[in-house]
């Protein structure tokens, strides 16, 4: 029986999985794909994630340092509006890099980490939980024991519902899309309208914008993206000419 089993291996369960296996706790991390995909996020994140992360990391997954927004308030052909800081505000990462990263530092703290393990079932005993398992290469299901089981496994979490924990008051829908735009790297777009999905979007991008919840919408190149909590759309984006002339050198 481990001590802990983890379902879910994105950033919140691999990060679980290190801090417990470096307290001296036997640890099992149970991911139902190959960690890391498929990508559901624009790498937009706070300077202080490097903090959570091995020394050498910023080198593999840093993408744009972000000094600024340019804000577009009248829709995506309007005049725009674009502020610098002189502190850097946020950082654009490799995500997908970031979740193995993540998951090899849980493993090389002791933490055992699987792949293709979905979990199907969460039996809570006096003495401990027992979770069903569905393997990737394999008919039956196996049965794995733990003493605490975290659900790390994401907004949609099937260990929520089998402990009938309380359901989020509210969700938000995202949409993730890839552009060939330039990239200008040192600030992001963001949009304070509502994107017209309608207009050139994909069969599969229309249904989030149709659901009646808050909209949060995405749309990225390979170091760029809109995120858009509320319907706001930021996109970092590379321009070697702003970049140049603010003097930002990546380091
Ligand atoms: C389109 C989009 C864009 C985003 N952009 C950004 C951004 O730019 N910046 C930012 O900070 N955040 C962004 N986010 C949010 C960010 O992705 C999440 O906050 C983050 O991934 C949450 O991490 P997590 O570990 O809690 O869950 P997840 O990353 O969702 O990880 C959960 C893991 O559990 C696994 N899992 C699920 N069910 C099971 C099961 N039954 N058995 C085993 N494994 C299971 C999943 O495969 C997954 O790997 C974005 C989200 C979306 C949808």
Known sequence: MYDFVIVGVGPAGARFARRAAESGYSVLGLEKGTIGTPLACSGHV????????PDAAEDNLLQNRVYGAN?????????????????????????????RTLANAA??????????????GVDERDDRVVLTV???????????????VAGCDGPVSRVRQAVELPEPEEKLHGVLAFTDEEDHGDHVDVHLTSH???????????????????????????????????STMLRPTTSARARSRLGHRRR
Do not use: C, Q
Request: charged fraction near 30%; aromatic fraction near 8%; glycine fraction near 6%.
């Open 46 to 53: 706070s300077t202080d994630i490097w903090d959570y992360l």
């Open 71 to 99: 804000f577009y308030t009248g829709g995506p052909d309007s005049e725009t509006n674009l502020f610098y800081k002189t502190d850097e505000i946020s950082n654009v990462i490799d995500r997908v890099e970031l979740d």
């Open 107 to 120: 493993r090389n703290a002791g933490a055992e980490i699987r792949e293709g393990h979905t979990v199907t």
């Open 134 to 148: 569905s393997v990737a290469d394999k008919n039956d299901p196996v049965e794995i024991e733990a003493r605490m």
């Open 196 to 230: 017209d999905f309608s207009r050139g979007a994909s069969p599969a991008a229309r249904p989030a914008s149709s659901t009646g919840s808050r909209p949060h919408r995405v749309r990225m190149s390979t170091t760029a993206s809109r995120f858009s909590p509320n």
